[in-house]
């Protein structure tokens, strides 16, 4: 079993639609990252949380340490949102273990 | 926001050859620099971490003496790919910080490697 699991795995939405995307981990942590990596292959730092909510425009994102669960939000979804959406850890060790990413498709 | 930038974008080299990638920090000063790498349809995977002015230290079953970082400067961190093989060749991004783990990481657009 991974250390930081992603579902869904693919993700296809309608423009418009409310989009949540789910991290569990395994391991104790430091920080939980949210990252968006567009077809070129370039990534962005979405959000970096370590407890509570973060809210960046029409993206919010949630963390439950007690859970070990992290939630991505996306809401009026775009067809300009169409990335993979990939959840990453720091473990208390320091070390950083990704995701396998859930690839989202928003359709016009 | 803060912007990472990495040369070259694309590079094919012949086997046996090294190649030596940039990754600069343009408008923040990076303590800290991040080198990964991501297969065809992979997820990325942490190579090594870079502090300026120190040794990196490198994930495990990455090989130092192939996977050379230098992180000379607070804006400047190179890896370098010695005797480069086809199973080299791969996506590689670099990301920096202003600090450690707790920090914001800013991501480099990638270079993509082709060893033929």
Known sequence: KNEVEQSPQNLTAQEGEFITINCSYSV???????????????IVSLFMLSSGKKKHGRLIATINIQEKHSSL???????????????????????????????????? | GAVVSQH???????????????????????????WYRQFPKKSLMLMATS??????????GVEKDKFLINHASLTLSTLTVTSAHPED????I??????GPMYEQYFGPGTRLTVT
């Open chain 2, 8 to 34: 070259p974008s694309r590079v094919i080299c012949k086997s046996g050859t090294s190649v030596k990638i940039e990754c600069r920090s343009l408008d923040f000063q990076a303590t800290t620099m991040f």
């Open chain 2, 94 to 99: 670099c990301s920096a910080s202003r600090g």
């Open chain 2, 89 to 92: 060749s791969s996506f590689y």
């Open chain 1, 28 to 42: 104790g942590i430091s920080a939980l990252h949210w990252l968006q990596q567009h077809p070129g292959g370039g």
């Open chain 1, 73 to 108: 939000h996306i809401t009026a979804s775009h067809p300009r949102d169409s990335a993979v959406y990939i959840c990453a850890v720091w473990g208390s060790q320091g070390n950083l273990i990704f995701g396998k990413g859930t690839k989202l498709s928003v359709k016009p």
């Open chain 2, 51 to 60: 502090n300026e002015g120190s040794k990196a230290t490198y994930e495990q």
